[in-house]
Each structure stands twice: as structure tokens, then as C-alpha cells.
């Protein structure tokens, strides 16, 4: 049977599709190079594309790289089997993968630009990129956890310098988005009180802050959006030890 | 309106500020070239930035007009491209400074680049907000069509709403609409195609049959968010016809 162009693809087949097109960025600019080299143009004059060019493969297999560790950190995290006590914080390797992608893309698109001899474009090109991707973990100060912990009585995070914890009994329910390899987690209060009374430090400018990201994350009334990989936990384990502490069946705890 | 200097008058004061510091300084015969390339940059991020200016008090206006007519019917109304075009110019304005630093330091290419990243960036982050989100609308007698990008559109009965929100902050309002099931609005899906069909339910914020949710920006369908509510509203209580407050 011939298969429907517009039928959307298997997971496994878009996340071919996804590759392909991936390596399309890194290759064009390879084949922009190698072209010009047969051109004649010379290769000194190509040396800053080439640079450009390097620093993007860089970038591209390093996140290929600690996706696979993404993964199987994910797997691990799947089998564990409680997720009480344990402080989760993002490690350095994947806070690096979301900085490595805008260089990788930075570093192609200036290849391209060095390529027909202009080096200057190209580097303003790529620093802006690099700058963004350097500003990313900045972004998420103050809007993500810090870190997370799974307690008897709720869920304690951390966000810029303040703690608080989400007691079970005011999670109403919880919605996960998106894939199952990168699932983000709506978390839907029944009030916002209780979080307000047990933040740390006890001073209005902590417990504003935390009211406003509460306010903020969710439109259908009080509620936490956590990003997927929020503090360095898998989506579905993290949610699956939301629903245990609302059920009150959490393995290991007596 | 709070005493707050809004983004647009900051980035032309900033971009004039400038320009006076390189006037100055090409008056004095500092580095002629470079000071010159720095000039090009400031006096195009003054133009956007007074694009910038215009444009929201050309929108005021168009708001105001709105407020006292009523919403047209049975037309397909679109953002018009001097509006779609502010974003895209509000970033160049406030990066154009960038630009006119990187040549001051004596490369005006790099200057080229960091403008060429950041209008790569804003038309790729608009393209993808455009192509899932409803951009375009028209009232009907039996609800309201939306567009996604590409034409693909379906109709949303009037009975399906359940509620009309204004969110947002002062300057940068949404429309919320919820809806009490999606199954009408997808059984209306044109070109009803599983692609276009999977578009259309990631811009309803629900699975079929589920309780959706669908967001209009500022300005979405050139109409200002707070009389687009209100003309939903009017729709949903039957007095469509009535001018709109």
C-alpha cells in the first residue's frame, strides 16, 4: 500500500525526518565549501568557513552526544524505584546541550556567509548566536527550579533564591505536554496558599516572586509549568512521583 | 498610562543619542570611515525606531476607530503587513546600537551580521507562531471561521465558546477563547488532510472532543484584542449587530 504523503509520520520516522533535515544544515555548508574549493577560490581565503564550520560540528555532536546520555539518564531514572529524599538538579552536561544548539546553528549560517567572503558578517553573525545561547540558562532563572525534591508531605523546589513546597493535598491534577521523550508538566493547584505560607525566606519579596511564577505559568487558574528536563528529571518520572505523593503510595517511605 | 517609557521611545532615544555622539564625533575628525558605517547603522535604527513610534500610535488610532464601528461580517480580515512588519522592526531598532558599536570598533560586516542574526531569528520565531496560531478570522452567522497559515480553516459554532478572556498586560493583550468541546470545530476542518488536522488541533489546545482552548494575539486579524472580545461576546449573546463599546 502506497502510504499517505499528508498521513503524519511514526514517532521513529519523524525523528528520521528530524535527523535528516539536521544534517542538512551541517552538510549545505560543507558542500558550500567544498564547492568553492573547486571553484579555485583559495583555500586561505576559506579558512574562516572552515572555522565557522568546525564549531558547529562541534556543537551538533555534542548534542548528539549527551542526548544518547539524555536518554539513558532518562531510563535510569524510569527504574528507580522511589524518587523520595532524592535532591534532582540539572547537571552541567545538559544545561550545555540548549547552549549548544543556537552555536551549532550560529556556526553553520556564518560558514555559509564566510563561504562567499564575507568573514566580518559572519562573525557578527555567530557571535550574536553564541550570545544568545550563552544567555539560556539566564533565561530560566527565576522562571524553572533550581532543584527539586520529592517529599513525604509535597514536592519542595527551589526557584532563584527562594524554596517552597507544594503540598500533595493542593495538587489538584497534573497535565503532561508534549512527546514522551520530552514531556513538561502542567501542574494544576487547588490554591496558592499553602505554597505562599512555606516560602523560604518568609519575606513579601520571596513570596511575591513565587506568586507571580505560580500566576504566571498557568491560564487555567493556579498552577507550575515545569519544562521538560526541569532540574534534571525525566518528565514522565517526575510526573509519576507527583501522581505517588497524590496518592499517598510512595514505595520506600514508611 | 503609568509614567514608564515604552520600548520604542527608549530604542529612538537611545538610536538618536547615539547618532548625536557620532555626529559630534565625525565633526572632530575621528576616524572618518568607521564613524561613518556607525552613522548608516544609527540612522537606520532612527527610522525604525520611529517606524516603531508611529506604528503604535497609528494602532491607537485604528483601535479607537474599531471601538465605534462594528466588526465587518462574512469577510476573511487579516493583520495588515505594516502591523506584522512592527516586530521585525522593533528588533532591528533596538539592535541596530549593536550594529553601530561593532563598526565604531572597526567592522562594520560584523555590525551586518548581528543585524542579519537577529532579522533571521525574529521572521524564523514569527513563521513558526504564525503557522500555529490563528492569525486570520472572519464573523459568521454560525460562528467564527480561523485561519492557520496556508488557508487550512474551520469554524468554531457560537455555542461551542464557553468563555471570552482578555489576558495580558496593558500594552500586549490575548484573546482567550474556551471552548466547551472541539469535536465541532475539527468535523469543520478544511482541507480536512491528518497534517493539517494535527496543525489545527495543537492551535485548539485540545483532542478531539476535549475541552479546547484557542489564543489570539494583539492584533490578531488586525482587529485590537479588547474589541475583538467584545465582539465575540456580542456574537455569543446574539446582538452581533449592536455597536460595539
Not at chain 2, 514608564?4 to 572632530?28: D, I, M, P, Q, Y
Request: glycine share 10%; with cysteine.
Amino acid at each position: 500500500m502506497v502510504p499517505d504523503p499528508s498521513e503524519p509520520a511514526s514517532s521513529r520516522q519523524r525523528s528520521r525526518q528530524v535527523f535528516r533535515r539536521y544534517l542538512l544544515v551541517l552538510v549545505a555548508p560543507v558542500a558550500g565549501i567544498l564547492l568553492a574549493l573547486g571553484v579555485g577560490i583559495s583555500p586561505q581565503r576559506l579558512r574562516p568557513a572552515v572555522a565557522f564550520e568546525g564549531i558547529a560540528l562541534v556543537g551538533a555532536l555534542y548534542f548528539l552526544v549527551a542526548l544518547k546520555m539524555q536518554r539513558r539518564t532518562g531510563r535510569r531514572q524510569r527504574r528507580l524505584e522511589s524518587l523520595m529524599g532524592i535532591q534532582f538538579k540539572t547537571p552541567i552536561w545538559m544545561m550545555l546541550m540548549e547552549i549548544s544548539i543556537p552555536i551549532e546553528i550560529g556556526g553553520a549560517l556564518a560558514a555559509v556567509v564566510a563561504t562567499f567572503g564575507f568573514a566580518g558578517v559572519g562573525n557578527g553573525l555567530f557571535l550574536t548566536f553564541a550570545l544568545i545561547g550563552l544567555c539560556m540558562p539566564l533565561f530560566k532563572v527565576g522562571v524553572q527550579p533550581r532543584w527539586i525534591v520529592l517529599e513525604q508531605d509535597g514536592l519542595r523546589m527551589a526557584v532563584s533564591r527562594a524554596t517552597f513546597l507544594v503540598p500533595w493535598t493542593t495538587v489538584e491534577r497534573i497535565e503532561p505536554v508534549g512527546p514522551d521523550h520530552f514531556v513538561a508538566l502542567n501542574v494544576i493547584l487547588k490554591d496558592s496558599d499553602l505554597v505562599l505560607e512555606s516560602v523560604q525566606p518568609n519575606n513579601p519579596k520571596a513570596r511575591d516572586r513565587i506568586r507571580t511564577l505560580i500566576q504566571a505559568s498557568s491560564r487555567s487558574g493556579v498552577g507550575l509549568l515545569l519544562m521538560p528536563w526541569t532540574a534534571g528529571l525525566d518528565g514522565r518520572t517526575l510526573e509519576r512521583g507527583i501522581r505517588e505523593g497524590i496518592s499517598g503510595k510512595v514505595p520506600g517511605m514508611n | 498610562m503609568s509614567g514608564k517609557v515604552r520600548w520604542e521611545t527608549t530604542c529612538l532615544l537611545a538610536n538618536l543619542g547615539l547618532l548625536g555622539v557620532v555626529a559630534s564625533a565625525f565633526h572632530f575628525g575621528l576616524g572618518a570611515h568607521r564613524i561613518r558605517t556607525a552613522a548608516i547603522f544609527l540612522i537606520l535604527g532612527t527610522g525604525w525606531s520611529l517606524y516603531g513610534e508611529l506604528l503604535f500610535h497609528a494602532c491607537k488610532l485604528r483601535a479607537g476607530r474599531q471601538r465605534e464601528r462594528p466588526v465587518p461580517h462574512d469577510v476573511r480580515l487579516r493583520v495588515p503587513l505594516w502591523i506584522e512588519a512592527g516586530g521585525l522592526i522593533t528588533m532591528l531598532s533596538t539592535s541596530a546600537p549593536v550594529a553601530a558599536l561593532a563598526a565604531g570598533l572597526g567592522s562594520g560586516q560584523v555590525g551586518f551580521g548581528v543585524l542579519l542574526a537577529v532579522a533571521a531569528l525574529t521572521t524564523t520565531t514569527g513563521y513558526l507562531v504564525a503557522r500555529y496560531s490563528f492569525r486570520s478570522l472572519a464573523f459568521e452567522t454560525g460562528g467564527l471561521r480561523l485561519y492557520l497559515a496556508g488557508g487550512s480553516n474551520l469554524l468554531v459554532p457560537w455555542k461551542s465558546i464557553a468563555s471570552v478572556d482578555l489576558e495580558g498586560q496593558a500594552e500586549w493583550k490575548l484573546v482567550q477563547l474556551t471552548l466547551f468541546e472541539t469535536r465541532s470545530a475539527l468535523a469543520s476542518f478544511e482541507p480536512n488532510t491528518p497534517r493539517a488536522r494535527q496543525r489545527a488541533t495543537l492551535a485548539l489546545h485540545g483532542d478531539d472532543g476535549s475541552p479546547g482552548r484557542i489564543l489570539l494575539t494583539q492584533w490578531a486579524a488586525g482587529i485590537d484584542a479588547p474589541v475583538l472580545a467584545s465582539a465575540i461576546k456580542a456574537e455569543m449573546a446574539g446582538s452581533g449587530t449592536e455597536r460595539l463599546n
